[in-house]
């Protein structure tokens, strides 16, 4: 069976296209805008990764990430994101959670790369 993405930013070109380009790597995709559903759809929709956005609009999703890993503590997290990637930014993320980290303008291929060395696959 296809391991699933779940997909969680707020911009829906953004969410389409990595949908659409995860669909096309043979992978199951599930996708959400807003932080405030995430961990509803992880309890009914269980996914293998998570490619998380951190400005959601209603929620930061490196605080997401707290919650996120309490009820899914090997869940792997990528968090996504089109600002600048400080030290401080990745700390926080670490500590809360995340597995790696991505900007925007990264290339599909590297995000595909960082997939694949979290699944396994």
Known sequence: ??????????????????????????????????GSTVLQELEKNPCDLMVLDVDLGDANGIDLLLPIKKARPSLPVIIFTGI????????????NGAS???GKTQPLDEMLKEVQRLLGT
């Open 1 to 34: 069976m296809a391991k699933k993405i779940l997909v969680v930013d707020d911009e829906a070109p953004t969410r389409e296209l990595l949908a659409l380009f995860f669909r096309q790597q043979g992978y199951q995709v599930g996708t959400l805008s807003c």
């Open 84 to 95: 600048n990637f400080d030290e401080e930014i990745v700390q926080r993320a670490r500590q």
């Open 100 to 102: 790696g980290f991505l």
